[in-house]
């Protein structure tokens, strides 16, 4: 657990190096002012299928694909699993490094009209602990973010994740009891841990020793995956899903 704990720390560091380095605050605030379009921002891990169902991967670094190339982040690798497993869905990578829940909120809209939305994967927060924001506000951001994706239409799955050890005992408590909160609230799937089996694990994260590197984006596309499949065969079965 420790390992898990300090590991998210070092993300949202990281998160927020590249947010300064790269893009000067291409975060919460740059969002805000983004084009209406999320074509202009969310990259699509395939060509536009015209009519085709959608997957909308929406979050931050680690879900952008921080460090890989736009094949090897998680929604490109999902995509591949789609299709190997027989489900016509086109996956769409709405992750914008260094984002923050409160960005979230500002471009969900957007991200939400690439087509048939059937899916939304939601990854947020980790950049919120790095800031000590409060978690009542994250939690508020995060439901705003599954009630827009939800009167769309779309099913949600919420990725969990973990405060850093040195933001103290109470604040890691509350991280860790929001996302489950929050599940049964809004009552949608919850990944306990995006980053299952990856955090803390040098052979699995790139040099930074934070972000996963191919195999460990592998083994979360699989983590992801697990919670995502049984919705996919739910929809099957469903006649107009």
């Known amino acids: 657990m420790k390992k898990i704990f300090f590991s ?5 560091i990281t998160s927020l190096a590249a947010c300064q380095n790269n893009a000067k605050e291409a975060t919460a605030d740059k969002v805000s ?5 999320p074509a202009l921002t969310a990259n699509k891990t395939s060509a536009p299928q015209k009519n085709s169902a ?3 991967a929406f979050g931050d670094s680690l879900t952008a694909g921080y460090g890989l190339s736009p094949q090897q982040s998680y929604p490109s690798l999902l995509q591949e699993k789609l299709r190997a497993d027989g489900f016509d869905y086109e996956v769409i990578n709405a992750g914008i490094s260094g984002d923050t829940s409160a960005g979230g909120v500002r471009r969900i809209d957007w991200s939400l009209e690439s087509g048939d939305v059937k899916f939304v994967i939601i990854e947020l927060g980790a950049n919120d ?4 924001q409060p978690v009542e506000a994250m939690k508020k951001n995060l439901s705003a973010i599954i009630e827009r994706a939800k009167a769309k239409g779309a099913t949600v799955l919420l990725a969990g994740m973990e405060a850093p050890t040195n933001s103290g005992a109470d604040y890691r408590r509350k991280v860790h009891e929001a996302f489950p909160q929050l599940a049964k609230e809004h009552r949608v799937t919850l990944i306990p841990f995006f980053l299952e089996g990856v955090a803390g694990m040098q052979t699995l994260n790139q040099q930074d020793g934070i972000h996963p590197n191919p195999e460990g984006t592998r083994l979360v596309m699989e983590t992801v995956y697990k919670y995502l499949q049984p919705l996919l065969e739910k929809a099957r079965q469903q006649p107009g899903r």
């Open 8 to 12: 998210l720390a070092l993300v949202a």
């Open 33 to 37: 002012n983004a084009p209406s379009s």
């Open 129 to 132: 602990m790095l800031r000590g």
């Open 54 to 56: 959608k997957v909308v």
